[in-house]
């Protein structure tokens, strides 16, 4: 008689699963540990690895370089999470409203999510240049005809963050607009047989059954802030942009580790941009916990 | 077994054995890396296959790069310990390459020179940037220094005369690009007189180099483990720059590289180009004229652009025999020497080649080149000049004042110094 | 009153895509041309793109971005469902662990991994290869996090069933699992297209020929070419090329592709 094989079913779970568990081990929380070591030592490629502990981190608080990207990084995270926030709330609530051509309106509005970065950040390149349309567009009837959108140290970051402002917007116009439509219709009705102004009904209907909704486009985009990386690295001159005004944390890891070969301090300054990324995935869950 | 039969198995197994100690004779291969530079291709092909031929127990492994990937390659190879044995490199990396006892030095014997004189007295000059502690790590393969091409047309238009009027110094130049520069109604340059190449931070470097040694002071002492990028001399060098972007307008960083407009037609006048420049000319149909660099009226030095150099090295971490017969094939290369500048424009200061440079043209680079400092090397290059380049920004498009900027950007490349200083010091131990 | 609002914002946002497109086809000069053509004056059919092609290998790059991404999509979208549908519907010893080990990853900045992937990669040998290039990043935990939530959702009577002919568990993944969860996979598929179609940090790091560069990349040499003037007829021609495959997805998946963006933000 033929012996059954008493495995367990349950076990081919584990070798469903093992290939992607065993290709993170190998491609990402190996290459992270790894990363966390490489931030203890001091490597420049040629010769081997010299352990120094933690001074790369101490240094770090002394480095102008690192310094100057902090803030740089700070300001763009501020420019495009604040406004986008905002304004992209405000476009999901306008296209939500009913009118005459609103599903064309709404893809063109939406075009900007459609090219990569890469290729949003080319088109700009072209249209910032100095004596190009931008320039033409804001300035021909002052009579400039040259304004260094990208060269200037003050233009160049609020270049930055318009860019990617023009991209997340309509991004997140959606997420809004996926929340709004869960909003349920008995609700706004009651506030508007009530009596209520269309403001009343978004401040005391609406914006409390986003909540959740709200705090999502909060981390997302704070979190793709702080990562940004290929939008400064095409529309700066040099990595780093004039005086180094558009030099943020991703950027500093390339240059640390591409073009400095300091490797122990790139991993350091990644180590701390993860540490910040975590504080602010923290900060949703607290605050999820605290909604929900 | 037969006598005959027995025979015939010894003479077979010896013949076996000999056969294949021939085979595994010294075979040394040599890796050898060089940039890419499509005219020079060819001839280093052909360089190459004569030297296998006179030397049928050496094989060249020989790879191109592209430019821009050269030095990163380079050096993730050597990280890996599967670097080149023989390669091509510009001066302002081999400091780096020195400190990490990447750089075998000249084996004069292999080469067949009694001595580093015998070497050197070939050549007018070039061993400055490859000498380190009194010993020499490479031979140049190209030593190179900028002067001023004119667009002769532009020039006449504008009713000067490039001849007469070209300035002989900083103070003089301008007034002279004002005449040669087109403004639109916003006083917006069209047309450059003369800009220098800011895009460049190669061509950056060199030119506040050479004006710091025009004046009698150095960007980096003597060890170049410490800047000296104060005091008065730097402060006027610095100024001229600013004001030239600031005060009078006449180009900056934002316009276009220089090299491509002049090329273009589009910029009177612009020092960035060596002698290899000629043939660009020739290429693009200027009607051009070579000129000296300006100097300070009240200048210390009579030097015109800092030479800068490429040299040929060896793979300190090769195994002695391969080290040996890349000497070899590295004296037998730059041997080659006048058909490299025939074909591709590649000067070496040497007797053969500076034989074919009569012409009026190149006879002005060569005299420059005689009164030439040579730019300084500097462990950390890509930070430092990143450093200079960051802090000029600040000064031109930041507007902030070169008193309170230069300064910090002193404390900036001493820092960066400090920390190469130390690495180098922690790597001998 | 809300049609001007929007169609103000509309134009706004929409400018800089119409001045990519348009710019595609018209001659040289006319692409600086200042003030701006609107529309082409001396329409080109595809001058700017045999330029693109001449002056970098626009279609080489082309491939290698589809190659790449439908290489992450395939491996992404079917060990993902498969490594899902192992955490939704079994139970083995360290179950929990190994899906937070999963999950753990979608929190890590690439730019924390970039060095040591990096030096990890050359020490495969595959530093400027296609290896080098595809495999880092062909799998990604949000394909897992996804289909765990979808296969979980899947009834266990379906799957009861599937097992009473007795083929075994792969067997009943690929015959009934996989059809199930096919409207989910699309989605998958079309966001990770996406991401793996803009990849740029990763192969800037590891590729050093020209021919093995992906379009993201590549794009670059056409806005920032070495020693030249940027050539921006070109550079919005290749832009246009790079911008076409998503704009396709968006136009014949439109419900997948909001499903996908929404589903890969609700995450979070």
């Excluded at chain 1, 997302?220 to 702080?226: D, P, Q, V």
Aim: charged share 15%; hydrophobic share 50%.
């Amino acid at each position: 008689m033929r012996r059954r094989k008493p495995i367990n079913r349950h076990w081919w779970g584990l070798i469903f699963v093992l290939p992607g568990v065993l290709y993170f081990a190998v491609f990402s929380i190996f290459p992270v540990l790894f990363g966390f070591t490489l931030s203890l030592t001091d490597y420049d490629l040629l010769d081997p690895p010299n352990w120094v502990g933690l001074d790369n981190f101490r240094e770090l608080f002394s480095d102008r370089l690192f310094l100057t990207a902090l803030g740089n990084t700070l300001v763009f995270v501020a420019g495009a999470t604040v406004p986008v926030w905002v304004a992209s709330l405000l476009a999901a609530l306008l296209f939500d409203q009913v009118f005459r051509g609103r599903t064309v309106l709404k893809t063109l509005f939406f075009l900007p999510v459609l090219p990569p970065v890469v290729v949003a950040a080319v088109v700009w390149r072209m249209l910032l240049h100095p004596n190009g349309v931008m320039t033409w567009l804001f300035g021909a009837w002052r009579g400039v005809t040259e304004i260094d959108w990208l060269s200037n140290t003050v233009l160049a970051p609020l270049s930055m963050i318009a860019v990617h402002d023009w991209a997340a917007i309509p991004f997140f116009m959606l997420i809004w607009l996926a929340g709004i439509v869960g909003i349920p219709p008995e609700l706004r009705d009651a506030a508007h047989t009530d009596g209520a102004t269309p403001l009343q009904t978004f401040w005391h209907v609406d914006l409390p059954q986003l909540r959740s909704t709200a705090v999502l486009v909060a981390t997302l985009s704070t979190i793709n802030a702080f990562q940004t990386f290929t939008l400064q690295y095409v529309l700066s001159t040099d990595p780093g942009g004039p005086a180094n005004s558009t030099l943020v944390l991703g950027l500093l890891v390339l240059k640390y580790g591409f073009q400095y070969f300091r490797m122990g301090d790139a991993a350091a300054v990644s180590v701390v941009l993860f540490a910040m990324i975590l504080a602010v995935t923290a900060g949703q869950l607290w605050f999820n916990r605290r909604a929900g | 077994m037969t006598v005959r039969t027995l025979y015939l198995a010894m003479l077979t197994s010896t013949a076996i054995v000999l056969g294949c100690g021939v085979a595994h004779s010294e075979q040394v291969t040599i890796k050898m890396w060089m940039h890419e530079h499509p005219p020079r291709i060819a001839i280093d092909k052909a360089i190459i296959a004569e030297f296998e031929k006179a030397n049928p127990d050496i094989h060249v492994d020989y790879s191109v790069l592209a430019v821009s990937e050269f030095t990163t390659k380079l050096l993730t190879a050597f990280a890996s310990g599967s670097g080149p044995d023989l390669f091509n490199q510009s001066v302002v990396r081999v400091a780096q390459y020195y400190t990490s006892r990447i750089l075998a030095p000249i084996d004069y014997a292999a080469m067949g020179y009694a001595d580093e004189k015998a070497l050197t007295s070939n050549y007018l000059t070039g061993f400055e940037g490859i000498r380190f502690a009194g010993q020499l790590y490479g031979l140049p393969t190209e030593v190179s220094n900028y002067a001023c091409y004119l667009n002769n047309a532009i020039w006449k238009a504008a009713g000067l005369d490039p001849n007469r009027d070209f300035p002989k110094t900083w103070e003089e130049m301008p007034a002279i690009a004002e005449k040669l520069t087109i403004r639109d109604r916003n006083g917006v340059p069209r047309r450059r007189g003369f800009d220098f190449d800011w895009p460049s931070l190669p061509a950056y470097w060199l030119t506040l180099n050479t004006m710091m040694h025009q004046r009698g002071v150095n960007l980096f002492d003597e060890a170049g483990y410490k800047a000296t990028f104060d005091g008065p001399d730097a402060l006027i060098v610095m100024q001229y720059l600013v004001d030239w972007v600031n005060k009078y307008k006449l180009g900056g960083p934002q316009y276009t590289d220089t090299r491509t407009d002049f090329l273009a037609g589009n910029l009177a006048t612009d020092c960035s180009f060596g002698i290899w420049g000629i043939p660009q000319m020739h290429d693009a149909k200027l009607d051009y004229s070579v000129k000296p660099l300006p100097r300070f009226a009240d200048g210390k030095n009579d030097n015109g652009y800092d030479a800068y150099a490429y040299y040929m090295m060896v793979n300190a971490r090769s195994t002695p025999t391969v080290r040996t017969a890349a000497w070899k094939l590295a004296r037998f290369y730059t041997d080659h020497a006048v058909e490299l500048f025939t074909g591709a424009g590649l000067f070496v200061p040497r007797q053969d080649v500076m034989a074919k440079t009569s012409d009026v043209d190149s006879q002005v680079f060569l005299t420059e080149l005689k009164k030439a400092r040579f730019a300084p090397r500097v462990v950390g290059y890509n930070q430092i000049v990143d450093v200079l380049a960051r802090g000029r920004d600040a000064m031109m498009q930041g507007g902030q004042p070169v008193a309170s900027v230069l300064p910090q950007e002193n404390d900036d490349m001493n820092a960066v110094l400090k920390r190469e200083k130390a690495r180098a010091e922690a790597a001998l131990k | 009153m809300w049609f001007v609002c929007a169609a103000l914002a509309a134009t706004v946002f929409a400018f800089p895509i119409w001045f990519m497109v348009t710019s595609a086809f018209k001659a040289e000069p006319e692409v600086q041309a200042i003030p701006i053509h609107w529309l082409p004056h001396d329409f080109q059919w595809f001058a700017r793109f045999r330029e693109a092609a001449e002056f970098a290998p626009l279609w080489r790059y082309f491939f290698n971005s589809t190659l790449l991404s439908l290489v992450h999509v395939a491996v992404t979208v079917f060990f993902g469902a498969l490594a899902g549908f192992g955490f939704a519907k079994y139970k083995f010893p360290g179950r929990s662990f190994l899906f937070l080990f999963v999950i753990c990853t979608l929190m890590i900045p690439f730019q924390i991994l970039v060095v040591p992937l990096f030096i990890e990669v050359k020490a495969f040998g595959w530093e400027n290869s296609y290896p080098g290039l595809i495999i880092p990043g062909m799998m990604n935990a949000f394909g897992v996090f996804m289909m765990r939530q979808y296969a979980s959702d899947l009834p266990d009577e379906l799957l009861e069933a599937g097992r009473m002919d007795g083929a075994g568990e792969f067997h009943m993944f690929l015959r009934i699992v996989l059809p199930l969860l096919l409207p989910a996979l699309t989605s998958l598929a079309i966001i990770v297209f996406i991401w793996s179609w803009g990849a740029f940090l990763w192969p800037l790091v590891i590729v050093q020929d020209r021919e093995l560069n992906v379009l993201a990349v590549g794009l670059t040499n056409y806005s920032q070419p070495y020693q030249h003037a940027p050539m921006w007829g070109a550079a919005m021609a290749a832009s246009t090329v790079a911008t076409i495959p998503i704009a396709c997805l968006f136009v014949f998946f439109q419900r997948y592709f909001i499903k996908g963006l929404t589903a890969a933000a609700v995450k979070g």
